[in-house]
T-cell receptor, first 113, second 113 residues
C-alpha cells in the first residue's frame, strides 16, 4: 500500500531534550516536506527536500533540522525543543516539483513542557 | 508575499444545503490548486484539485471553480451530508524555487442533520 508513515504518533517531552520524528514514504517520491499545524494558522511548511541531500528552509524553520540521506526517509530533528514547538506535525511527499498530488502522513502530536 | 486567504473560517449548513468556501491567492504564476479535507484526528486528504488551464472541475457532489484573473478559487459542495463535516483547506503552489504548497487557514464545516 502506497503510504507516508510517521513515528511516533504522540510524544510528550520536556524543554531541551533532543528528539527526532521519523518520516518514511514508499512511493519513490522526490519531494518531501514537514509541516506544523496550529489552530487558525493552517499548515505551515517547516522544511522541504527536493531529493537526496537537497534540503531547504520553509516558512517556519527556526528550531528544527532535517536530513535526507535516503530517498524514502526525511526525519525532523528538534535539537532543543521549547514549549512553542508544541504542535501537530505532518510529513508529506509528492512525486516531484510539478503538478502532483501531495500525500500526508498520519501526524505526530508533540507536547513540550 | 506568499499568501492564500480562505473564508469563511467556520460554516454551518443544514443537511441537504450547499456549502461554498472561497480562497484567494497572491502568486499569479500559481498553476495548481488542491483542496484537502481533514476529519478530526486524521491527516489532510485530497478531495479535488484544479490546474490553471481549467476553469471548473466537478466530481459528484464536489466542484471547484478557478478565476485566474481575479486570483480566486472556490469549493462547492452540494447536497451536504453529516459526513461532510470536517475542516477544509485550500492550497496553491508558490512558483519560486521551492514549488511549495501554500495553505489557507482552513474552514470548519458543520453539517446539521
Amino acid at each position: 500500500e502506497a503510504q507516508v508513515t510517521q513515528n511516533p504518533r504522540y510524544l510528550i517531552t520536556v524543554t531541551g531534550k533532543k528528539l527526532t520524528v521519523t518520516c518514511s514514504q514508499n512511493m519513490n517520491h522526490e519531494y518531501m516536506s514537514w509541516y506544523r499545524q496550529d489552530p487558525g494558522l493552517g499548515l505551515r511548511q517547516i522544511y522541504y527536500s527536493m531529493n537526496v541531500e537537497v534540503t531547504d528552509k520553509g516558512d517556519v524553520p527556526e528550531g528544527y533540522k532535517v536530513s535526507r540521506k535516503e530517498k524514502r526517509n526525511f526525519p525532523l530533528i528538534l535539537e532543543s525543543p521549547s514549549p512553542n514547538q508544541t504542535s501537530l506535525y505532518f510529513c508529506a511527499s509528492r512525486f516531484g516539483t510539478g503538478v502532483y498530488e501531495q500525500y500526508f502522513g498520519p501526524g505526530t502530536r508533540l507536547t513540550v513542557t | 508575499g506568499e499568501n492564500v486567504e480562505q473564508h469563511p473560517s467556520t460554516l454551518s449548513v443544514q443537511e441537504g444545503d450547499s456549502a461554498v468556501i472561497k480562497c484567494t491567492y497572491s502568486d499569479s504564476a500559481s498553476n495548481y490548486f488542491p483542496w484537502y479535507k481533514q476529519e478530526l484526528g486524521k491527516r489532510p486528504q485530497l478531495i479535488i484539485d484544479i490546474r490553471s488551464n481549467v476553469g471548473e472541475k466537478k466530481d459528484q457532489r464536489i466542484a471547484v471553480t478557478l478565476n485566474k484573473t481575479a486570483k480566486h478559487f472556490s469549493l462547492h459542495i452540494t447536497e451536504t451530508q453529516p459526513e461532510d463535516s470536517a475542516v477544509y483547506f485550500c492550497a496553491a503552489t508558490w512558483m519560486d524555487s521551492s514549488y511549495k504548497l501554500i495553505f489557507g487557514s482552513g474552514t470548519r464545516l458543520l453539517v446539521r442533520p
